[in-house]
């Protein structure tokens, strides 16, 4: 009758020669099999932590933008140092029912929580575009929004560009814009990161009396308050930035938040 003890088993086949074919297979699969348990802990473990560490980088962003608008730093200090932030609903502009910012990046897993754009109304060329997304709101003394601090990306020429754009409390006038993120070309569109460019951003209008979008980034000089004049040899990106600036801008953007904020119903 077979040794069906397992011990045994075990001494026999590491009493293979090294040669053995069989022996060389099975160490392979338990080392890989190690290996991949050891990574899929490590991620299961250090998941937490990334994202905090994440959740902080962009705070801390924030919080660097809204500073450095002018009267904006003694408010965050009254505030508290943090700004309040709320999910909302990029379909009604409503806040969200059941999404939070806890469990956000758990909604977004699911395809069903996004929407495929009609191509001929994807300015910014991102194919789809997420139900939900997380804004932030800095509020004043008597409770009003001051800020709204919106993330945004899009297309670039070499790749996506992701940018923090701040609204005063009219949703109309631009306080702020931050490039979180961008793969163009150094020295040329890469320069939408330089402070000197996004200087001229505040005070820029988003839309005209009439609610038609006009934001937009123009060859040569700014002519008119929804223009910011943009970076020579770089056409194609400073094109990037004014189709990303108004689809965000426009109604499949936060344009039903916008209206919400001016209803007083955030």
């Known amino acids: 009758m077979a040794d069906l003890n397992p011990v045994s088993a075990w001494r026999r086949f590491l009493a293979l020669p090294n040669e053995s074919r069989t022996k060389t297979l099975v160490i392979a699969f338990l080392v890989s099999t190690a290996c991949a348990l050891l990574v899929s802990g490590a991620t299961v473990i250090l ?31 009254e505030e508290g ?51 939900y997304a997380q804004v932030y709101l800095l509020r004043d003394t ?22 923090i754009l701040a609204l005063q409390g009219d949703m109309n006038t631009v306080a702020g814009l931050a490039i979180t993120g961008q793969s163009e070309t150094p020295g040329l569109g890469a320069r939408i990161e330089e402070v000197a460019w996004l200087r001229q951003f505040p005070g820029r209008k988003i839309a005209d009396a009439a609610d038609r979008v006009r934001i937009s980034v123009v060859q ?47």
């Open 47 to 77: 998941r937490p932590i990334q994202t905090a560490n994440r959740a902080a980088e962009q705070q801390a962003r924030l919080e660097g933008l809204i500073a450095g608008i002018p009267g904006m730093a003694t408010l965050l200090a």
């Open 81 to 131: 140092g943090t700004l309040s932030t709320v999910v909302i609903d990029l379909d009604t502009g409503h806040a969200a029912q059941d999404v939070t910012p806890d469990n956000l990046p758990t909604a977004l897993e699911d395809a069903a929580n996004w929407t495929k754009l009609d191509p001929a109304k994807d300015l910014a060329g991102i194919g789809r575009r997420p139900d």
């Open 142 to 163: 008597e409770g009003d929004i001051s800020v709204a601090v919106l993330p945004i990306a899009g297309a670039g020429y070499n790749g996506p560009i992701d940018a």
């Open 220 to 266: 040569g000089e700014a002519s008119n308050e929804f223009e910011v004049e943009g970076i020579t040899g770089a056409t194609r990106t400073s094109n990037a930035m004014s189709n990303i600036l108004r689809f965000w801008a426009g109604p499949d953007g936060y344009g039903p938040f916008f209206d919400a904020v001016r209803r007083g119903e955030f």
